[in-house]
């Protein structure tokens, strides 16, 4: 299974951003995908995690409210809206496939190359 995410770019303190991971090859009800980023000098950092199947959802406290995760299973792709962008939101943002929920990096096999989210303020 290999994951590619795009969607990043350059945007306004309190712009928004919708980031995309489409994952090849068939995608099963059990996944549990999940969006992390991370800013330079900093750990990796949960961000969101969503069910393939049936579409339940975590978010963490840092965005919630601001971003919101979701995904179309007929195109095999998970999303990530942000709003209310700030600049503490400059990060790679990196997708990510694991078996059972988590919010830890390790905890996840599978990893998409990443996309860079510049906030300016």
């Known amino acids: 299974v290999q994951l590619q995410a795009s969607g990043g770019g350059l945007v306004q303190a309190g712009g928004s951003l919708t980031l995309s991971c489409a994952a090849s090859?068939?995608?099963?009800?059990?996944?549990?995908m999940g969006w992390f980023r991370q800013a330079p000098g900093k750990e990796r950092e949960f961000v969101a995690s969503i069910r393939w199947g049936g579409g339940r959802t975590y978010i963490a406290d840092a965005v919630k409210g601001r971003f919101t995760i979701s995904r179309n299973t007929a195109k095999n792709t998970m999303y990530l809206r942000m709003i209310s962008l700030k600049p503490e939101d400059t990060a790679v943002y990196y997708c990510a496939r694991t078996s059972r929920f988590s919010n830890l990096p390790e905890s996840y096999s599978y990893w998409g190359q990443g996309t860079q989210v510049t906030v300016s303020s």
């Open positions: 090859g068939r995608a099963f009800s059990s996944w549990i």
